[in-house]
């Protein structure tokens, strides 16, 4: 019996509780990490069959200890180390963790684990790579996407964090100051963001959205939020994330088709998320230090504010985005740029911004986003033919269902007109 979405949902969210209580009680964040990953695997067969048990985190902490109980003893069986089992599992811990497996202490640590695993031995990249495999639990070819990477260069790049790890003797203490809090803070936010990113459009499968991930990415916001509220970009990245997922209930049709900006039905927008997020981007902008979140969550209030596509303020939007590319410069950030300068001056502005863009980044060029631009551009030049084949192009590259049929349905209504 397959594994329903409910008990994937729930699988998803204790895994990283699961593994912080793990890697608070060994310390050797590699090895825990496995015995996670082998725990989650026999729930996944067991569960279906035998129902959830009464206390599912309890469960996985249980077998997740077995599973990291029998690894210990093999390095022993094969180093005849017998101290090595006494320094990762000391006896006052073995009942801590055991208190910890029967409910009594159900603290969540999913927050500290984002800061452990952002470590300085290890890159930005590879930091934000590995937090969003251990704790995320983003697939290795989601988050190959996410750094425009192929799939076998993202696990090449995972496979060197965790030798890193193991170098260092597995054990990647939290921050224990303000001072190292605040050096790992740009690469937890950093992978907060790509959680939310991979929820609200998911990079690949059946659905366009991942609630968990964008709920997750939320919630351990807030919790951020709580522990830094002076923090001006953690505000406006919770801003950004709340202003964003308002938008969510009018993005997916009765059939789960992709509905665009330009479509949507802004009275199924959730004013309350609106509400709170432009709050929160007050409060933000108030510290007087803005930043690429601040400024992302201030165009997304543009977009909210706005009654309709053609009200937006589209100067005003370019104009962020030229911020934004000062501060936090990107692929991304410059395609987002030139589909805003198309709606304030023309498809021709944008176009040009495009062919800008392929010069300097020619493997982006190849990213189906970049393609399904062109492609609208294209169309609004009245190009329909070039814009047609760019359409079906994109839609060849893209490993989302939901916008491979939305592009395609674009490209065969555009045949139909007799371009």
């Given at each position: 019996?397959?594994?329903?979405?409910?008990?994937?949902?729930?699988?998803?969210?204790?895994?990283?509780?699961?593994?912080?209580?793990?890697?608070?009680?060994?310390?050797?964040?590699?090895?825990?990490?496995?015995?996670?990953?082998?725990?989650?695997?026999?729930?996944?067969?067991?569960?279906?069959?035998?129902?959830?048990?009464?206390?599912?985190?309890?469960?996985?902490?249980?077998?997740?200890?077995?599973?990291?109980?029998?690894?210990?003893?093999?390095?022993?069986?094969?180093?005849?180390?017998?101290?090595?089992?006494?320094?990762?599992?000391?006896?006052?811990?073995?009942?801590?963790?055991?208190?910890?497996?029967?409910g009594a202490n159900e603290d969540d640590d999913t927050l500290e684990l984002y800061f452990r695993c952002c470590h300085p031995a290890l890159s930005p990249a590879s930091q934000v790579s590995l937090t969003l495999r251990a704790v995320g639990g983003l697939t290795t070819a989601e988050i190959g996407r996410a750094f425009l990477v192929p799939e076998a260069t993202m696990a090449q790049r995972l496979s060197r964090a965790k030798l890193t790890i193991r170098q260092a003797g597995g054990a990647f203490p939290a921050p224990t100051s303000p001072a190292e809090r605040a050096a790992r803070l740009p690469a937890v936010l950093h992978v907060l963001y790509l959680i939310f990113s991979e929820g609200y459009t998911a990079s690949d499968g059946a659905a366009l959205l991942r609630v968990d991930l964008s709920s997750e990415a939320i919630r351990v916001c807030r919790m951020l939020a709580?522990?830094?509220?002076?923090?001006?970009?953690?505000?406006?990245?919770?801003?950004?994330?709340?202003?964003?997922?308002?938008?969510?209930?009018?993005?997916?049709?009765?059939?789960?088709?992709?509905?665009?900006?330009?479509?949507?039905?802004?009275?199924?927008?959730?004013?309350?998320?609106?509400?709170?997020?432009?709050?929160?981007?007050?409060?933000?902008?108030?510290?007087?230090?803005?930043?690429?979140?601040?400024?992302?969550?201030?165009?997304?209030?543009?977009?909210?504010?706005?009654?309709?596509?053609?009200?937006?303020?589209?100067?005003?939007?370019?104009?962020?985005?030229?911020?934004?590319?000062?501060?936090?410069?990107?692929?991304?950030?410059?395609?987002?740029?030139?589909?805003?300068?198309?709606?304030?001056?023309?498809?021709r502005a944008g176009i040009s911004a495009l062919d800008a863009l392929a010069r300097e980044h020619p493997r982006f060029a190849t990213q189906h986003r970049f393609t399904a631009a062109r492609a609208h551009l294209l169309e609004q030049l009245g190009d329909h033919a070039a814009a047609t084949e760019h359409y079906r192009e994109a839609a060849r590259r893209t490993t989302s269902v939901p916008e491979q049929r939305y592009l395609l349905l674009h490209a065969a209504r555009l045949s139909a007109t007799g371009a």
């Open positions: 019996m397959a594994i329903d979405d409910a008990t994937q949902d729930l699988l998803r969210a204790l895994a990283p509780r699961v593994l912080g209580t793990l890697v608070r009680r060994y310390r050797d964040f590699a090895t825990c990490e496995d015995a996670v990953q082998e725990a989650l695997v026999a729930a996944a067969m067991q569960w279906p069959d035998r129902g959830l048990p009464d206390s599912p985190k309890a469960w996985l902490i249980t077998v997740a200890t077995r599973r990291l109980t029998d690894h210990v003893r093999a390095e022993i069986a094969r180093r005849h180390r017998e101290q090595l089992v006494i320094s990762l599992i000391p006896a006052d811990e073995q009942v801590a963790l055991a208190a910890d497996a029967m709580a522990v830094l509220p002076g923090e001006p970009e953690v505000t406006g990245l919770l801003a950004l994330m709340r202003l964003t997922d308002a938008r969510r209930a009018a993005r997916v049709g009765a059939l789960g088709e992709l509905i665009p900006l330009d479509e949507q039905d802004r009275a199924h927008w959730d004013g309350a998320a609106i509400t709170e997020g432009q709050a929160l981007l007050t409060q933000a902008f108030a510290a007087g230090r803005p930043g690429p979140y601040q400024i992302q969550a201030a165009i997304a209030a543009l977009h909210d504010e706005a009654t309709s596509t053609n009200a937006t303020d589209w100067p005003q939007i370019v104009a962020l985005y030229t911020v934004l590319g000062h501060m936090a410069d990107s692929p991304m950030v410059r395609l987002s740029h030139a589909i805003a300068l198309a709606m304030a001056d023309g498809a």
